[in-house]
């Protein structure tokens, strides 16, 4: 489940579709909430090739 996401800047239309599939996405349950607390906060850097 996907709480909340933001983009930090950069190119707005990399952001955009990022942002949107983020959202689209299905995200497994963590198996424990250790793992959970573990990646909670987990930043995702998108970059251009």
Request: proline share 12%; glycine share 4%; hydrophobic share 40%.
């Amino acid at each position: 489940m996907l709480l909340d996401i933001q983009s930090e800047g950069g190119d707005p239309a990399l952001c955009s579709a990022a942002l949107s599939a983020a959202r689209q996405a299905k995200y497994p349950k963590p198996p424990s909430q250790a793992v959970y607390e573990v990646f909670k906060n987990a930043p995702l850097d998108f970059k251009p090739n």
